[in-house]
């Protein structure tokens, strides 16, 4: 069974400080790591990886994958009060006869204190 | 504006009836999905569309059923099947489907359903 586990499941940091978010994944023929920040209700999109060692960026928000350990970081640096959110990452796989798997860890949820 | 829509924002329904949660979207999207939260659970798949008249099982389609008639509409219905119907619904959409690799997904506001 695929399988995504992210860590920690709760941060508590005060602004400023640098947090590294981890994901780490089991599945079989991996296509693609997906990186969503949840707030109140919708999820909004981050990044997508598909490379390893390539390193997405976003402003203060960075992720990589490593295909070898089978994990991804999300790095977020200067932390603020509003990137207090439920940070969730998910796994896509192909599953076979043009179907895909999407499977999400359960998040970690990062508290930004002032 | 674009985006995408879910409706009702709150359902509530009695044990033993079906009932029909609505997903529209005007981004022209090829791709809609379904998921369901529980605490402590993150998101979990119900069915994803790749295209129109297509759709295909995730990991937890026991007691759903979709359709995919209109490019724009992707409606599930909750049957009297689903054992643990009530949990916040999220409805999403995407250009290419997960044949892309999963793309930028854009989330409707969700539905919470609760069944008395």
């Known amino acids: 069974e695929d399988k995504v586990v992210q860590s920690p499941l709760s941060l508590v940091v005060h602004e400023g400080d640098t947090v590294t978010l981890n994901c780490s994944y089991e599945?079989?023929?991996?296509?693609?790591l997906l990186w969503y920040k949840q707030e109140k209700k919708a999820p909004t999109f981050l990044f997508m990886l598909t490379s390893s060692g390539i390193e997405k960026k976003s402003g203060r928000l960075s992720s990589i994958l490593d295909k070898k350990e089978l994990s991804s970081i999300l790095n977020i640096t200067a932390t603020q009060t509003g990137d207090s959110a439920i940070y969730l990452c998910?796994?896509?796989?192909?599953?076979?006869?043009?179907?895909?798997?999407?499977?999400f860890g359960k998040g970690t949820k990062l508290s930004v204190i002032p | 504006d674009g985006g995408i829509t879910q409706s009702p924002k709150y359902l509530f329904r009695k044990e033993g009836q079906n009932v029909t949660l609505s997903c529209e979207q005007n981004?022209?999207?090829?791709?809609m999905y379904w998921y369901r939260q529980d605490p402590g659970q993150g998101l979990r798949l119900i069915y994803y569309s790749q295209i129109v008249n297509d759709f295909q099982k995730g990991d937890i389609a026991e007691g759903y059923s979709v359709s995919r008639e209109k490019k724009e509409s992707f409606p599930l219905t909750v049957t009297s099947a689903q054992k643990n119907p009530t949990a916040f619904y999220l409805c999403?959409?995407?250009?290419?489907?997960?044949?892309?690799?999963?793309?930028?997904?854009?989330f409707g506001p969700g539905t919470r359903l609760t069944v008395l």
């Open positions: 998910a796994v896509v796989a192909y599953s076979g006869a043009g179907s895909y798997q999407l499977t």
């Open positions: 999403a959409s995407s250009r290419p489907g997960l044949a892309g690799g999963g793309d930028t997904q854009y």
């Open positions: 981004l022209n999207h090829d791709a």
């Open positions: 599945v079989t023929n991996f296509r693609s």
